[in-house]
């Protein structure tokens, strides 16, 4: 069992940046899928980006146009999320989540544990 539980949320002005982190206790998180995901008000939840913890290899949503970014934190087991360039159509609930195995197959329906969400709210 992998229990989850993310952080860094808030608001910030429109061109701002943001970190968050998803910590992860209870197992390790090698050989995990571990992708961030939002879901804004009134929207169904979309991935943002996903990385196989072992070896780093990240994948992005194209809509992103590079403007977040997915790390890790092996001594820590958690994982971040950079956002910088942020806009209102940003603001959302972020999620982490992870599943055992490939950012492949990590769709919302694929992953296994969740955390409880952190809010970021992007002003105009």
């Known amino acids: 069992q992998v229990q989850l539980v993310e952080s860094g949320g808030g608001l910030v002005q429109a061109g701002g940046s943001l970190r968050l982190s998803c910590a992860a206790s209870g197992e390790s998180l090698d050989l995990h899928a571990v992708g961030w995901f939002r879901q804004a008000p009134g929207k169904e939840r979309e991935r943002v980006a996903c990385?196989?913890?072992?070896?780093?290899?990240?994948y992005y949503e194209d809509f992103l146009l590079g403007r977040f970014t997915i790390s890790r934190d092996t001594a820590k087991n958690t994982v971040h999320l950079s956002m910088n360039r942020l806009k209102p159509d940003d603001t959302a609930v972020y999620y982490c989540?992870?599943?055992?195995?490939?950012?492949?197959?990590?769709?919302?329906?694929?992953?296994?544990?969740w955390g409880k969400g952190t809010l970021v709210t992007v002003s105009s």
């Open positions: 990385i196989h913890y072992s070896d780093g290899t990240k």
């Open positions: 989540a992870a599943r055992y195995g490939l950012c492949s197959a990590g769709s919302v329906n694929g992953m296994n544990y």
